[in-house]
């Protein structure tokens, strides 16, 4: 994790990387958008007052996943397409970001 923002930071601000939603993303090559983290088994507290989450996968040019953009909200639902279209193109956008970081 490299930043969050609220009113303080995660409980758990590093998970094991073949659980939770994150790796699912990661694990899929795909984004995950849960619109009630309580009704998905893969969910892993980070703050506890989250019921909706989207992780978004960032690839390289190998279509690696080398982060991600993660979203979380107190409101259930609160990611719909249009939103997830914006990070999705962010994801994309930042690309260059992480391929820079990469090679330095």
Request: aromatic share 10%; net charge neutral.
């Given at each position: 994790m490299i930043?969050?923002?609220?009113?303080g930071p995660p409980q758990f601000p590093t998970f094991p990387v073949?659980?939770?939603?994150?790796?699912?993303?990661?694990?899929?090559?795909?984004?995950?958008?849960?619109?009630?983290?309580?009704?998905?088994?893969?969910?892993?507290?980070?703050?506890g007052t989250t019921r909706s989450e989207?992780?978004?996968?960032?690839?390289?040019?190998?279509r690696r996943v080398v982060g991600t953009i993660d979203v979380e909200s107190e409101r259930p639902n609160a990611f719909g397409m249009e939103g997830q279209a914006v990070l999705e193109d962010c994801s994309r956008i930042i690309q260059p970001l992480w391929l820079m970081a990469a090679a330095a």
């Open positions: 930043v969050w923002s609220g009113s073949s659980q939770g939603l994150t790796s699912a993303a990661v694990a899929g090559c795909k984004t995950i958008n849960v619109g009630d983290v309580a009704k998905d088994s893969r969910y892993l507290t980070a703050f989207m992780i978004v996968p960032v690839f390289d040019r190998e």
